[in-house]
Structure formats: structure tokens, C-alpha cells
């Protein structure tokens, strides 16, 4: 499975150990930066991720800004983007068992480099439960339908 990854330079702490855990994982990391802790703007990580997730270049993605709310706004902006803001393991494996979130973003000034470790494990891990989720999920695809034009 292909990951992209993108941060900002807040959550530029987290991207090594996401980065390593995935490589642990078996993930091939397609990294779309940053590479620095100068200042940059999120929303162009976001964007970058969101679209090679979107496109097929990529399976899935993670982002990174400081608090993961920014870069995952702008990441929602991609039609067929499901970003999920994930703080614990407990919301990484529902929002993957419940809402099959295609992105997940973290926060750097939120959790630490090793809590980022424990909740991209429990995603990347997790499997998409389907059934009843799956009508939710349907839902939110006639929502983008209706206003992504």
C-alpha cells in the first residue's frame, strides 16, 4: 500500500516517526514534504496529499500541522477525500472501521512523536467494517455530489 505524507512545519516533529512506523508497516511513504521547520502553508500539504490520495497516485494519506484541524479542512476540499482529525488509537481504528477516512490527520503540538507511532499502526491496521457504514458513507458522497461542482 502506497501512503502520502505531508505536514507543515507544526507537525514536521511527528513526520519521522510516522514515516518510520509506515516503513515498519510494509507502506511504501510517497513524502510530499515539508522537509524543514520553516515556516510554511499547511493548506499546500494538505492539498498535495489530498490530491495524490484522490488521483490513485497514492492508497491512503497523512497529514501533519500543528493541531491537524487546518490541514485537514483544506484536505476535505479534494472530492473523495475522507480526512478525520486523530488525537488516540481508539478514534484511528473507528474512523477507519466506521467512516474508511482515506486521510488522517495529526497534530504535532497535540500529541507526542510516539502517540503518533501507536495511532497510524491502529489505522493503517484497521479494516473498513462496511454494512450499515456504508449507507453513511453513500450519504456523504451524494453531499460532494450535490456541492462540488
Known amino acids: 500500500m502506497k501512503i502520502a505524507v505531508g505536514c507543515d512545519h507544526g507537525g514536521i516533529v511527528l513526520k519521522e516517526s510516522v514515516v518510520n512506523t509506515l516503513n ?3 507502506a511504501e511513504v510517497l ?3 515539508c522537509y524543514s521547520t ?16 484522490a ?9 501533519m500541522c500543528g493541531t491537524g484541524i487546518g490541514i485537514s479542512i483544506a484536505a476535505n476540499k479534494v472530492k473523495g477525500i475522507r480526512a478525520a482529525v486523530v488525537t488516540n488509537t481508539y478514534m484511528a481504528k473507528l474512523t477507519k472501521n466506521h467512516n474508511n477516512a482515506n486521510i488522517i490527520a495529526l497534530g504535532g503540538r497535540v500529541i507526542s512523536p510516539e502517540e503518533a507511532k501507536d495511532i497510524v499502526e491502529a489505522w493503517y491496521t484497521a479494516e473498513y467494517e462496511g454494512g450499515r457504514h456504508q449507507r453513511r458513507l453513500d450519504m456523504i458522497s451524494r453531499i460532494e455530489d450535490e456541492n462540488f461542482k
Not at 488521483?55 to 497529514?63: C, K, N, P
Open 38 to 53: 520553516d515556516s510554511v502553508d499547511y493548506p499546500e500539504y494538505g492539498e498535495k496529499v489530498a490530491k495524490a490520495v
Open 31 to 33: 513524502d510530499l514534504g
Open 24 to 26: 515498519a508497516l510494509g
Open 55 to 63: 488521483s490513485g497516485e497514492a492508497d491512503a494519506g497523512v497529514i
